[in-house]
Protein backbone atom coordinates (compact mmCIF):
# COMPACT_ATOMS: atom_id res chain seq x y z
CA UNK A 1 0.00 0.00 0.00
CA UNK A 2 2.60 2.11 1.01
CA UNK A 3 3.92 2.39 -2.86
CA UNK A 4 0.89 2.76 -4.00
CA UNK A 5 0.53 5.58 -2.33
CA UNK A 6 4.20 7.03 -3.60
CA UNK A 7 3.00 5.83 -7.05
CA UNK A 8 -0.26 7.97 -7.08
CA UNK A 9 2.06 10.90 -5.90
CA UNK A 10 4.39 10.48 -8.52
CA UNK A 11 1.53 10.18 -11.29
CA UNK A 12 0.35 13.24 -9.51
CA UNK A 13 3.46 15.08 -10.08
CA UNK A 14 3.90 14.01 -13.79
CA UNK A 15 0.01 15.30 -14.19
CA UNK A 16 0.76 18.23 -12.55
CA UNK A 17 4.00 18.89 -14.72
CA UNK A 18 2.26 18.09 -18.22
CA UNK A 19 -0.24 20.86 -16.88
CA UNK A 20 2.55 23.47 -16.69
CA UNK A 21 4.72 22.53 -18.98
CA UNK A 22 2.33 21.29 -22.13
CA UNK A 23 4.21 21.97 -25.07
CA UNK A 24 5.62 18.82 -26.30
CA UNK A 25 9.27 17.45 -26.92
CA UNK A 26 10.54 18.12 -30.14
CA UNK A 27 13.97 17.63 -31.13
CA UNK A 28 13.52 20.46 -34.63
CA UNK A 29 12.87 23.16 -31.91
CA UNK A 30 15.11 22.16 -29.54
CA UNK A 31 18.28 22.24 -32.50
CA UNK A 32 16.56 25.30 -33.88
CA UNK A 33 16.64 26.94 -30.57
CA UNK A 34 20.55 26.23 -30.79
CA UNK A 35 20.77 27.48 -33.59
CA UNK A 36 19.25 31.06 -32.92
CA UNK A 37 21.81 31.79 -30.01
CA UNK A 38 24.24 30.18 -32.36
CA UNK A 39 23.65 32.41 -35.17
CA UNK A 40 23.12 35.52 -32.62
CA UNK A 41 27.09 34.62 -31.69
CA UNK A 42 28.25 34.41 -35.67
CA UNK A 43 26.01 37.53 -36.58
CA UNK A 44 27.90 39.39 -33.26
CA UNK A 45 31.28 38.13 -34.55
CA UNK A 46 31.39 38.86 -37.81
CA UNK A 47 28.74 42.18 -38.92
CA UNK A 48 31.07 45.13 -38.02
CA UNK A 49 30.77 47.16 -34.69
CA UNK A 50 29.99 50.97 -35.18
CA UNK A 51 30.42 51.66 -31.52
CA UNK A 52 33.09 50.91 -29.13
CA UNK A 53 32.53 47.96 -26.97
CA UNK A 54 34.21 45.07 -26.04
CA UNK A 55 32.32 41.63 -26.83
CA UNK A 56 33.64 39.57 -24.79
CA UNK A 57 31.41 38.81 -21.99
CA UNK A 58 28.92 39.00 -24.79
CA UNK A 59 30.30 36.06 -26.08
CA UNK A 60 30.86 34.02 -23.03
CA UNK A 61 27.30 34.72 -22.23
CA UNK A 62 26.12 33.07 -25.46
CA UNK A 63 28.40 30.56 -25.26
CA UNK A 64 27.03 29.33 -21.56
CA UNK A 65 24.17 29.69 -23.12
CA UNK A 66 24.34 27.41 -25.68
CA UNK A 67 25.79 25.00 -23.43
CA UNK A 68 23.02 25.21 -20.91
CA UNK A 69 20.70 24.38 -23.79
CA UNK A 70 23.05 21.90 -25.56
CA UNK A 71 23.42 20.06 -21.66
CA UNK A 72 19.25 19.98 -21.26
CA UNK A 73 18.18 18.86 -23.94
CA UNK A 74 20.93 15.34 -23.98
CA UNK A 75 19.23 15.31 -20.58
CA UNK A 76 15.72 15.31 -21.87
CA UNK A 77 16.76 12.83 -24.55
CA UNK A 78 17.99 10.22 -22.13
CA UNK A 79 15.58 10.89 -19.44
CA UNK A 80 11.98 10.85 -18.59
CA UNK A 81 11.96 13.58 -15.49
CA UNK A 82 11.45 17.63 -15.06
CA UNK A 83 14.36 18.46 -17.00
CA UNK A 84 12.82 16.92 -20.02
CA UNK A 85 9.17 18.68 -20.08
CA UNK A 86 10.93 22.19 -18.72
CA UNK A 87 13.69 22.48 -21.70
CA UNK A 88 10.85 20.96 -24.29
CA UNK A 89 8.37 23.19 -23.10
CA UNK A 90 10.90 26.13 -23.58
CA UNK A 91 12.50 25.27 -26.29
CA UNK A 92 10.61 27.44 -28.92
CA UNK A 93 10.78 30.83 -26.34
CA UNK A 94 14.37 30.17 -26.52
CA UNK A 95 14.71 30.47 -29.74
CA UNK A 96 12.65 33.83 -29.71
CA UNK A 97 15.48 34.92 -26.95
CA UNK A 98 18.22 34.23 -29.89
CA UNK A 99 16.28 36.04 -32.55
CA UNK A 100 15.42 38.97 -30.47
CA UNK A 101 19.28 38.93 -29.31
CA UNK A 102 20.69 39.51 -32.98
CA UNK A 103 17.76 41.94 -33.70
CA UNK A 104 18.67 43.88 -30.61
CA UNK A 105 22.51 44.01 -31.28
CA UNK A 106 21.84 44.63 -34.96
CA UNK A 107 19.87 48.07 -34.34
CA UNK A 108 21.69 49.15 -31.75
CA UNK A 109 25.94 48.66 -31.58
CA UNK A 110 25.71 47.39 -35.19
CA UNK A 111 23.92 50.05 -37.21
CA UNK A 112 23.48 52.42 -34.59
CA UNK A 113 19.96 53.36 -35.24
CA UNK A 114 19.28 53.23 -31.61
CA UNK A 115 22.15 55.13 -30.42
CA UNK A 116 24.76 55.65 -27.12
CA UNK A 117 23.83 57.37 -24.81
CA UNK A 118 20.24 56.56 -24.56
CA UNK A 119 20.28 52.65 -26.07
CA UNK A 120 22.81 50.30 -25.85
CA UNK A 121 23.81 46.64 -26.71
CA UNK A 122 23.12 44.04 -24.36
CA UNK A 123 27.11 43.35 -25.03
CA UNK A 124 27.46 46.99 -24.01
CA UNK A 125 25.61 45.89 -20.77
CA UNK A 126 27.27 43.16 -20.12
CA UNK A 127 30.59 44.86 -20.63
CA UNK A 128 29.15 47.15 -18.17
CA UNK A 129 28.24 45.09 -15.60
CA UNK A 130 32.25 43.88 -15.78
CA UNK A 131 33.46 46.96 -15.30
CA UNK A 132 31.67 47.79 -12.42
CA UNK A 133 31.22 44.78 -10.98
CA UNK A 134 32.37 45.48 -7.56
CA UNK A 135 30.32 48.22 -6.72
CA UNK A 136 27.13 46.50 -8.34
CA UNK A 137 27.92 43.31 -6.46
CA UNK A 138 27.99 45.85 -3.16
CA UNK A 139 24.92 47.88 -4.39
CA UNK A 140 23.16 44.75 -5.44
CA UNK A 141 24.12 43.04 -1.91
CA UNK A 142 23.16 46.39 0.08
CA UNK A 143 19.92 46.66 -1.65
CA UNK A 144 19.01 42.65 -1.02
CA UNK A 145 19.76 43.32 2.67
CA UNK A 146 17.89 46.12 2.78
CA UNK A 147 14.84 44.87 0.99
CA UNK A 148 14.95 41.28 3.24
CA UNK A 149 14.60 43.17 6.74
CA UNK A 150 12.42 45.55 5.29
CA UNK A 151 9.91 42.77 3.42
CA UNK A 152 10.36 40.71 6.67
CA UNK A 153 9.10 43.71 8.97
CA UNK A 154 6.33 44.47 6.40
CA UNK A 155 4.47 40.99 6.26
CA UNK A 156 4.95 40.22 10.16
CA UNK A 157 3.44 43.34 11.11
CA UNK A 158 0.80 42.39 8.20
CA UNK A 159 0.16 39.03 9.53
CA UNK A 160 -0.26 39.55 13.10
CA UNK A 161 -2.44 42.33 12.55
CA UNK A 162 -4.48 41.12 9.70
CA UNK A 163 -4.95 37.15 12.11
CA UNK A 164 -6.11 39.85 15.19
CA UNK A 165 -8.07 41.52 13.08
CA UNK A 166 -9.80 38.38 11.22
CA UNK A 167 -10.11 36.90 14.30
CA UNK A 168 -11.18 38.96 17.34
CA UNK A 169 -14.24 41.20 16.21
CA UNK A 170 -13.52 43.53 19.16
CA UNK A 171 -10.04 44.42 17.67
CA UNK A 172 -11.58 44.21 14.25
CA UNK A 173 -13.49 47.21 15.72
CA UNK A 174 -11.50 49.59 17.28
CA UNK A 175 -8.71 49.20 14.59
CA UNK A 176 -9.41 48.63 10.92
CA UNK A 177 -11.56 51.71 10.52
CA UNK A 178 -7.83 53.52 11.53
CA UNK A 179 -5.82 50.88 10.05
CA UNK A 180 -7.61 51.18 6.85
CA UNK A 181 -7.13 54.84 6.38
CA UNK A 182 -3.78 54.79 7.07
CA UNK A 183 -2.76 51.44 4.94
CA UNK A 184 -4.74 53.36 1.89
CA UNK A 185 -1.73 55.94 1.64
CA UNK A 186 0.73 55.37 -0.92
CA UNK A 187 3.77 54.81 1.13
CA UNK A 188 6.10 57.25 -0.89
CA UNK A 189 4.17 60.16 0.29
CA UNK A 190 5.42 59.89 4.02
CA UNK A 191 8.90 60.13 2.18
CA UNK A 192 10.01 63.66 2.78
CA UNK A 193 8.28 63.21 7.00
CA UNK A 194 10.41 60.03 7.29
CA UNK A 195 13.72 61.59 5.67
CA UNK A 196 13.19 64.22 8.82
CA UNK A 197 12.10 62.01 11.14
CA UNK A 198 14.17 59.13 11.15
CA UNK A 199 17.46 59.40 13.17
CA UNK A 200 19.35 57.46 10.39
CA UNK A 201 18.48 56.99 6.28
CA UNK A 202 18.94 53.53 6.53
CA UNK A 203 15.80 53.92 9.30
CA UNK A 204 13.75 55.91 6.90
CA UNK A 205 14.40 53.41 3.94
CA UNK A 206 13.06 50.75 6.32
CA UNK A 207 10.33 52.13 7.25
CA UNK A 208 8.89 53.14 3.67
CA UNK A 209 9.33 49.90 2.44
CA UNK A 210 7.21 47.80 5.10
CA UNK A 211 5.01 50.50 5.02
CA UNK A 212 4.34 49.64 1.24
CA UNK A 213 3.99 46.23 2.39
CA UNK A 214 2.04 45.49 5.40
CA UNK A 215 -1.34 46.80 4.20
CA UNK A 216 -2.34 44.44 1.29
CA UNK A 217 -0.68 41.29 3.44
CA UNK A 218 -2.85 42.32 6.51
CA UNK A 219 -5.68 42.74 4.25
CA UNK A 220 -5.67 39.69 2.93
CA UNK A 221 -4.85 37.74 5.84
CA UNK A 222 -7.79 39.41 7.35
CA UNK A 223 -9.79 37.40 4.18
CA UNK A 224 -8.48 34.83 4.58
CA UNK A 225 -8.83 33.98 8.29
CA UNK A 226 -12.94 35.38 8.18
CA UNK A 227 -12.91 32.54 5.00
CA UNK A 228 -12.15 29.42 7.18
CA UNK A 229 -14.85 26.98 7.00
CA UNK A 230 -16.46 26.88 10.38
CA UNK A 231 -16.72 23.53 10.78
CA UNK A 232 -12.90 23.16 11.03
CA UNK A 233 -13.29 25.82 14.45
CA UNK A 234 -16.02 23.06 15.52
CA UNK A 235 -14.02 20.04 15.27
CA UNK A 236 -11.18 21.73 16.86
CA UNK A 237 -13.29 22.85 19.91
CA UNK A 238 -14.43 18.98 20.33
CA UNK A 239 -10.46 17.84 20.14
CA UNK A 240 -9.41 20.14 23.03
CA UNK A 241 -7.85 22.85 20.79
CA UNK A 242 -7.12 25.77 23.15
CA UNK A 243 -7.84 29.33 21.49
CA UNK A 244 -3.54 29.77 21.30
CA UNK A 245 -4.12 26.39 19.35
CA UNK A 246 -6.90 27.21 17.18
CA UNK A 247 -5.04 30.02 15.93
CA UNK A 248 -1.15 28.17 15.68
CA UNK A 249 -2.91 24.99 14.20
CA UNK A 250 -6.11 26.02 12.05
CA UNK A 251 -5.96 29.71 11.73
CA UNK A 252 -2.37 30.68 10.64
CA UNK A 253 -2.84 27.42 7.95
CA UNK A 254 -6.34 28.05 7.16
CA UNK A 255 -5.10 31.96 6.09
CA UNK A 256 -1.90 31.28 3.82
CA UNK A 257 -3.22 31.19 0.53
CA UNK A 258 -4.36 34.11 1.19
CA UNK A 259 -1.65 35.27 3.36
CA UNK A 260 0.47 34.41 0.16
CA UNK A 261 -1.99 36.60 -2.47
CA UNK A 262 -1.13 39.72 0.13
CA UNK A 263 2.47 38.46 -0.45
CA UNK A 264 2.65 38.71 -3.83
CA UNK A 265 1.06 41.79 -4.11
CA UNK A 266 2.95 43.69 -1.70
CA UNK A 267 6.05 41.81 -3.21
CA UNK A 268 5.55 44.71 -6.54
CA UNK A 269 5.00 47.46 -4.39
CA UNK A 270 8.28 46.52 -2.23
CA UNK A 271 10.54 46.88 -5.04
CA UNK A 272 8.86 49.87 -6.30
CA UNK A 273 9.83 51.42 -2.25
CA UNK A 274 12.96 49.78 -2.47
CA UNK A 275 14.08 51.66 -5.92
CA UNK A 276 12.26 54.70 -5.13
CA UNK A 277 14.11 55.15 -1.56
CA UNK A 278 17.46 54.19 -2.15
CA UNK A 279 17.41 56.75 -4.86
CA UNK A 280 16.43 59.28 -2.99
CA UNK A 281 17.83 59.07 0.37
CA UNK A 282 20.28 56.22 0.43
CA UNK A 283 24.47 56.28 -0.17
CA UNK A 284 24.72 52.44 -1.48
CA UNK A 285 22.20 50.39 -3.23
CA UNK A 286 21.04 49.75 -7.22
CA UNK A 287 18.34 52.81 -6.73
CA UNK A 288 21.66 54.73 -5.53
CA UNK A 289 24.10 53.68 -8.60
CA UNK A 290 20.91 54.69 -11.16
CA UNK A 291 20.54 57.80 -9.50
CA UNK A 292 24.11 57.94 -9.68
CA UNK A 293 24.57 56.93 -12.95
CA UNK A 294 22.05 59.63 -14.31
CA UNK A 295 24.00 62.35 -12.48
CA UNK A 296 27.06 61.49 -14.65
CA UNK A 297 25.33 60.70 -18.00
CA UNK A 298 26.20 57.43 -17.98
CA UNK A 299 23.14 55.50 -19.39
CA UNK A 300 24.16 52.26 -19.80
CA UNK A 301 25.45 51.83 -16.11
CA UNK A 302 21.86 52.82 -15.29
CA UNK A 303 21.22 49.97 -18.06
CA UNK A 304 22.97 47.48 -16.03
CA UNK A 305 21.39 48.22 -12.70
CA UNK A 306 18.23 47.56 -14.40
CA UNK A 307 19.15 44.39 -15.87
CA UNK A 308 21.02 43.34 -12.31
CA UNK A 309 17.05 43.97 -11.28
CA UNK A 310 15.42 42.10 -13.52
CA UNK A 311 17.54 39.53 -12.29
CA UNK A 312 17.27 39.49 -8.72
CA UNK A 313 13.75 40.67 -8.64
CA UNK A 314 13.14 37.65 -10.41
CA UNK A 315 15.05 35.07 -8.24
CA UNK A 316 12.86 36.48 -5.11
CA UNK A 317 10.19 35.89 -6.60
CA UNK A 318 10.82 32.38 -7.75
CA UNK A 319 12.41 31.83 -4.31
CA UNK A 320 8.99 33.00 -2.37
CA UNK A 321 7.01 30.93 -5.21
CA UNK A 322 8.79 27.49 -3.92
CA UNK A 323 7.97 28.54 -0.12
CA UNK A 324 4.77 28.91 -1.03
CA UNK A 325 4.46 25.76 -3.14
CA UNK A 326 6.13 23.64 -0.09
CA UNK A 327 4.18 25.58 2.67
CA UNK A 328 1.18 24.97 0.26
CA UNK A 329 1.45 21.71 -0.89
CA UNK A 330 -1.84 19.97 0.99
CA UNK A 331 -3.85 21.59 -1.41
CA UNK A 332 -5.86 20.02 -4.28
CA UNK A 333 -3.35 20.60 -7.32
CA UNK A 334 -6.89 20.60 -9.45
CA UNK A 335 -8.02 23.73 -7.60
CA UNK B 1 -27.96 7.77 36.69
CA UNK B 2 -28.03 8.45 33.16
CA UNK B 3 -25.00 9.30 31.20
CA UNK B 4 -27.02 11.84 29.13
CA UNK B 5 -29.84 14.30 29.77
CA UNK B 6 -32.13 16.31 27.96
CA UNK B 7 -34.54 17.88 29.92
CA UNK B 8 -37.53 20.07 28.52
CA UNK B 9 -35.15 21.41 25.23
CA UNK B 10 -36.23 24.17 23.02
CA UNK B 11 -34.32 25.56 20.23
CA UNK B 12 -35.23 28.70 18.76
CA UNK B 13 -33.93 30.34 15.25
CA UNK B 14 -34.43 33.96 13.81
CA UNK B 15 -35.00 33.95 10.14
CA UNK B 16 -33.80 35.92 7.34
CA UNK B 17 -36.93 37.92 7.75
CA UNK B 18 -36.61 38.23 11.55
CA UNK B 19 -39.33 35.47 12.57
CA UNK B 20 -38.56 33.35 15.25
CA UNK B 21 -39.04 29.68 14.66
CA UNK B 22 -39.08 27.28 16.89
CA UNK B 23 -36.80 24.63 15.63
CA UNK B 24 -37.01 22.29 18.33
CA UNK B 25 -39.81 21.72 21.03
CA UNK B 26 -39.89 20.38 23.81
CA UNK B 27 -37.38 17.11 23.91
CA UNK B 28 -36.74 14.80 26.16
CA UNK B 29 -34.58 11.61 26.56
CA UNK B 30 -31.75 9.78 28.48
CA UNK B 31 -29.07 7.63 26.87
CA UNK B 32 -27.46 5.10 29.25
CA UNK B 33 -23.57 4.11 29.23
CA UNK B 34 -22.60 2.38 26.76
CA UNK B 35 -25.98 2.45 24.19
CA UNK B 36 -26.34 3.10 20.46
CA UNK B 37 -28.71 5.55 20.37
CA UNK B 38 -30.18 7.04 16.32
CA UNK B 39 -31.83 10.18 15.58
CA UNK B 40 -33.95 9.73 12.58
CA UNK B 41 -36.38 11.96 10.45
CA UNK B 42 -36.91 13.78 7.59
CA UNK B 43 -34.67 16.91 6.40
CA UNK B 44 -35.10 20.07 8.78
CA UNK B 45 -36.83 17.90 11.49
CA UNK B 46 -33.60 19.47 13.75
CA UNK B 47 -31.86 16.53 14.73
CA UNK B 48 -28.63 17.95 14.08
CA UNK B 49 -29.42 21.09 15.82
CA UNK B 50 -30.17 18.63 18.57
CA UNK B 51 -26.55 16.88 18.07
CA UNK B 52 -25.17 20.14 18.55
CA UNK B 53 -27.00 21.24 21.90
CA UNK B 54 -25.44 17.54 23.29
CA UNK B 55 -21.94 18.49 21.88
CA UNK B 56 -22.04 22.30 23.48
CA UNK B 57 -21.50 23.87 19.83
CA UNK B 58 -25.02 25.96 20.66
CA UNK B 59 -27.06 26.03 23.44
CA UNK B 60 -31.01 25.64 23.65
CA UNK B 61 -33.23 28.69 24.52
CA UNK B 62 -35.06 27.14 27.42
CA UNK B 63 -34.18 23.03 29.32
CA UNK B 64 -31.17 21.35 29.68
CA UNK B 65 -28.48 19.44 28.38
CA UNK B 66 -27.05 17.15 31.28
CA UNK B 67 -23.85 14.74 30.74
CA UNK B 68 -22.57 12.99 34.49
CA UNK B 69 -25.37 15.45 35.99
CA UNK B 70 -23.44 17.97 34.61
CA UNK B 71 -24.84 21.21 32.47
CA UNK B 72 -23.40 21.08 29.04
CA UNK B 73 -21.97 24.86 28.22
CA UNK B 74 -19.56 24.47 25.89
CA UNK B 75 -17.94 21.69 23.32
CA UNK B 76 -15.44 19.47 25.20
CA UNK B 77 -12.78 16.79 24.22
CA UNK B 78 -15.01 14.18 26.35
CA UNK B 79 -17.83 14.68 23.22
CA UNK B 80 -16.51 13.97 19.98
CA UNK B 81 -18.51 14.95 17.50
CA UNK B 82 -18.03 13.27 13.65
CA UNK B 83 -19.38 15.99 11.06
CA UNK B 84 -20.83 15.18 7.79
CA UNK B 85 -18.10 15.87 5.40
CA UNK B 86 -15.45 14.46 8.36
CA UNK B 87 -13.99 17.99 8.45
CA UNK B 88 -10.46 16.71 8.34
CA UNK B 89 -8.09 19.64 8.45
CA UNK B 90 -6.54 19.80 5.16
CA UNK B 91 -3.38 21.06 5.96
CA UNK B 92 -2.86 18.24 8.46
CA UNK B 93 -1.75 14.73 6.87
CA UNK B 94 -3.84 11.84 7.36
CA UNK B 95 -1.77 11.02 10.43
CA UNK B 96 -1.40 14.16 11.60
CA UNK B 97 -4.77 14.81 11.96
CA UNK B 98 -5.78 11.45 13.60
CA UNK B 99 -3.34 12.45 16.16
CA UNK B 100 -4.34 16.44 15.99
CA UNK B 101 -6.30 16.05 19.90
CA UNK B 102 -3.56 13.88 21.29
CA UNK B 103 -1.32 16.48 20.15
CA UNK B 104 -2.94 19.65 21.28
CA UNK B 105 -4.54 17.70 24.75
CA UNK B 106 -0.75 15.82 25.68
CA UNK B 107 1.59 18.01 23.81
CA UNK B 108 4.68 16.45 22.22
CA UNK B 109 5.33 13.39 23.53
CA UNK B 110 1.70 12.18 22.95
CA UNK B 111 1.09 8.20 22.47
CA UNK B 112 2.75 7.31 18.54
CA UNK B 113 1.44 4.07 19.49
CA UNK B 114 -2.07 4.59 20.19
CA UNK B 115 -2.20 6.69 16.70
CA UNK B 116 -0.62 3.61 15.02
CA UNK B 117 -3.26 1.01 16.27
CA UNK B 118 -6.16 3.41 14.99
CA UNK B 119 -4.16 3.66 11.82
CA UNK B 120 -4.56 0.15 11.53
CA UNK B 121 -7.88 -0.37 13.08
CA UNK B 122 -9.11 2.13 10.64
CA UNK B 123 -7.70 0.37 7.32
CA UNK B 124 -5.51 4.04 6.75
CA UNK B 125 -2.28 2.04 6.74
CA UNK B 126 -0.41 3.32 3.74
CA UNK B 127 -2.37 6.93 4.03
CA UNK B 128 -0.54 7.89 6.93
CA UNK B 129 1.60 10.58 4.76
CA UNK B 130 -1.20 11.37 2.36
CA UNK B 131 -3.15 14.75 2.79
CA UNK B 132 -6.93 14.63 2.87
CA UNK B 133 -8.14 15.68 -0.92
CA UNK B 134 -5.66 12.90 -1.76
CA UNK B 135 -8.11 10.15 -0.22
CA UNK B 136 -11.44 8.93 -0.87
CA UNK B 137 -14.50 10.36 0.80
CA UNK B 138 -14.69 7.14 2.75
CA UNK B 139 -11.12 7.03 3.92
CA UNK B 140 -11.29 11.07 5.15
CA UNK B 141 -14.74 9.58 6.88
CA UNK B 142 -12.43 6.88 8.56
CA UNK B 143 -9.96 9.05 9.53
CA UNK B 144 -12.48 11.50 10.63
CA UNK B 145 -14.12 9.09 13.13
CA UNK B 146 -10.81 7.84 14.07
CA UNK B 147 -9.62 11.61 14.70
CA UNK B 148 -12.49 11.44 17.28
CA UNK B 149 -12.10 8.06 18.96
CA UNK B 150 -8.52 7.97 19.57
CA UNK B 151 -9.49 10.89 22.57
CA UNK B 152 -11.35 8.26 23.92
CA UNK B 153 -14.69 10.09 24.60
CA UNK B 154 -17.54 9.17 26.86
CA UNK B 155 -20.22 10.02 24.42
CA UNK B 156 -19.59 9.80 20.31
CA UNK B 157 -21.48 12.40 18.70
CA UNK B 158 -22.09 11.09 14.53
CA UNK B 159 -23.79 14.43 12.41
CA UNK B 160 -24.77 11.92 9.31
CA UNK B 161 -21.00 11.14 8.82
CA UNK B 162 -22.40 8.39 5.77
CA UNK B 163 -24.46 10.75 4.44
CA UNK B 164 -22.40 12.15 1.46
CA UNK B 165 -20.80 8.90 0.93
CA UNK B 166 -21.98 6.37 -1.84
CA UNK B 167 -23.74 3.19 -1.08
CA UNK B 168 -20.97 0.61 -0.99
CA UNK B 169 -19.02 3.26 1.25
CA UNK B 170 -21.93 3.84 3.32
CA UNK B 171 -22.11 0.19 4.36
CA UNK B 172 -18.54 -0.13 4.78
CA UNK B 173 -18.14 2.62 7.13
CA UNK B 174 -21.32 1.30 8.94
CA UNK B 175 -19.27 -1.68 9.45
CA UNK B 176 -16.60 0.14 10.95
CA UNK B 177 -18.62 2.24 13.48
CA UNK B 178 -20.46 -1.03 14.66
CA UNK B 179 -17.09 -2.70 14.86
CA UNK B 180 -15.40 0.42 17.34
CA UNK B 181 -18.74 0.62 19.13
CA UNK B 182 -18.16 -2.94 19.71
CA UNK B 183 -14.70 -2.75 21.20
CA UNK B 184 -14.64 0.34 22.66
CA UNK B 185 -17.78 0.79 24.26
CA UNK B 186 -18.20 3.93 23.72
CA UNK B 187 -21.97 5.14 23.88
CA UNK B 188 -22.72 6.47 20.27
CA UNK B 189 -25.45 9.01 19.46
CA UNK B 190 -25.87 8.70 15.26
CA UNK B 191 -27.95 11.41 13.31
CA UNK B 192 -29.17 9.95 10.31
CA UNK B 193 -32.28 9.96 7.77
CA UNK B 194 -31.69 6.23 6.20
CA UNK B 195 -33.12 3.99 7.97
CA UNK B 196 -31.54 0.44 7.10
CA UNK B 197 -28.59 2.45 8.95
CA UNK B 198 -30.51 3.19 12.21
CA UNK B 199 -31.91 -0.36 12.06
CA UNK B 200 -28.28 -1.85 11.65
CA UNK B 201 -26.70 -0.09 14.05
CA UNK B 202 -28.78 1.35 17.45
CA UNK B 203 -30.40 -0.49 20.23
CA UNK B 204 -32.57 2.61 20.31
CA UNK B 205 -34.09 5.00 17.35
CA UNK B 206 -35.76 8.00 18.51
CA UNK B 207 -38.12 9.07 16.09
CA UNK B 208 -38.18 12.82 15.02
CA UNK B 209 -40.95 14.97 13.23
CA UNK B 210 -40.71 17.90 10.88
CA UNK B 211 -40.54 21.03 12.03
CA UNK B 212 -40.46 22.21 15.08
CA UNK B 213 -38.89 18.70 15.90
CA UNK B 214 -40.40 17.14 18.37
CA UNK B 215 -40.15 13.32 19.35
CA UNK B 216 -43.45 11.17 17.70
CA UNK B 217 -41.68 8.00 19.55
CA UNK B 218 -38.40 6.60 21.09
CA UNK B 219 -38.72 2.81 19.54
CA UNK B 220 -36.35 -0.41 21.09
CA UNK B 221 -34.81 -2.39 18.68
CA UNK B 222 -35.16 -5.58 19.54
CA UNK B 223 -32.88 -7.19 16.86
CA UNK B 224 -30.27 -9.26 18.35
CA UNK B 225 -26.34 -7.93 17.38
CA UNK B 226 -25.14 -8.78 14.86
CA UNK B 227 -27.55 -7.93 12.69
CA UNK B 228 -28.37 -9.44 9.28
CA UNK B 229 -30.05 -6.68 6.66
CA UNK B 230 -31.58 -9.56 4.79
CA UNK B 231 -33.38 -10.99 7.82
CA UNK B 232 -37.05 -11.22 8.36
CA UNK B 233 -37.11 -9.36 11.35
CA UNK B 234 -34.72 -6.99 9.95
CA UNK B 235 -36.96 -6.29 7.12
CA UNK B 236 -40.27 -6.36 9.40
CA UNK B 237 -38.65 -3.52 12.03
CA UNK B 238 -37.77 -1.69 9.36
CA UNK B 239 -40.64 -1.61 7.95
CA UNK B 240 -42.03 -0.32 11.38
CA UNK B 241 -39.59 2.43 11.62
CA UNK B 242 -40.96 3.56 7.63
CA UNK B 243 -44.84 3.39 9.27
CA UNK B 244 -43.55 5.55 12.06
CA UNK B 245 -41.96 8.29 9.51
CA UNK B 246 -44.81 8.43 7.28
CA UNK B 247 -46.79 10.86 10.10
CA UNK B 248 -49.90 9.95 8.58
CA UNK B 249 -49.96 12.55 6.30
CA UNK B 250 -50.29 12.25 2.67
CA UNK B 251 -47.76 14.80 1.53
CA UNK B 252 -45.34 13.80 3.68
CA UNK B 253 -42.81 12.12 1.84
CA UNK B 254 -40.99 9.52 3.89
CA UNK B 255 -36.62 9.79 4.37
CA UNK B 256 -35.59 6.94 3.38
Known sequence: MQSSVKQERQLIQQHERERNYWKKWSIGWNVFSVLTIALAYLENALVPTQETVDNRYYHWFLGAYI???????????????????????????????????????????????MALPFFVSFAQILQQIHEDAKLLWESTLSSLGLWAVSFVVGTLLGVFLGLFMGRYRQFNYWAFPYLKVIGIIPAAAWMPLT?????????????????????????????????????????????????????????????LPSIFIGVFTAMGLSFTMLVISEMIGAKVGLGWYINWAKGVGNYTQVYAAIAIMALLFSVIFAVINKVEARLLRWRDAGR | MSLLEVKAVNRILTDNNGQRVPVLNNINFDVEPGEFVSLIGPSGCGK??????????????????????????????????????????????????????????????????????????????????????????????????????????ELLLLDEPMGALDAFTRADIQNVIYRVWQQTKTTMILVTHDIDEAVYLSNRIIVMTPRPGQIKEIVTNPLPYPRQRTSD?????????????NFGAKDQVAAS
Open chain 2, 48 to 153: TTLLRLISGLDQPESGTVKVNDKLVTKPDVSRGYVFQHGSLFPWFSIRDNISAGLRVTQGRHFDQALVDQYIDLMGLKGFESAFPHQVSGGMAQRAALARSIIMHP
Open chain 1, 67 to 113: AYLIIVYVIGQVTHGGVRSYSGHFAQLNSSIGILLIIQDLITEKFAL
Open chain 2, 233 to 245: EFLKFRQQIQDKL
Open chain 1, 195 to 255: MVIFPTSYMAEVFLIAFSVWFPVAFMTIGGVQGISKDYFESAKTLGFSEFQIVRKIVIPGA
